[in-house]
């Protein structure tokens, strides 16, 4: 049981910068990857960046090179630095973190929970 609390979210003028903060809670030892989705109304919840328990990470393409993830495991925080935001990069945003789940004593799955998401809006 993962509980996760956003913050960071609002209004912005294209070119500016913002940073999203997502704190982890609860039932937290097994936690693996850890990321951020995005969705406008209308399409589905798509993948924009994520970072794996050593530290590698992953971005959508369309947020290489302005975005950054970080995360913290001592306080189970996972950070995105997004900078240069462009008007299409308007979004709720929500983190997920990824937990090992386990159904026997040596199998179990990958287990997301999410945030509740906070807004991004990027004016032009």
């Known amino acids: 049981q993962v509980q996760l609390v956003e913050s960071g979210g609002g209004l912005v003028q294209a070119g500016g910068s913002l940073r999203l903060s997502c704190a982890a809670s609860?039932?937290?030892?097994?936690?693996?990857?850890m990321g951020w989705y995005r969705q406008t109304p209308g399409n589905q919840r798509e993948p924009v960046a994520e970072?794996?328990?050593?530290?590698?990470?992953n971005y959508a393409d369309s947020v290489k090179g302005r975005f950054t993830i970080s995360r913290d495991n001592a306080k189970n925080t996972v950070d995105l630095q997004m900078n240069n935001l462009k008007p299409e990069d308007t979004a709720i945003y929500y983190c997920?973190?990824?937990?090992?789940?386990?159904?026997?004593?040596?199998?179990?799955?990958?287990?997301?929970?999410w945030g509740q998401g906070t807004q991004v809006t990027v004016s032009s």
């Open positions: 997920y973190v990824e937990t090992w789940v386990a159904f026997t004593p040596t199998e179990g799955r990958g287990f997301r929970s």
């Open positions: 609860g039932s937290t030892s097994n936690i693996r990857d």
């Open positions: 970072i794996s328990s050593a530290g590698r990470t």
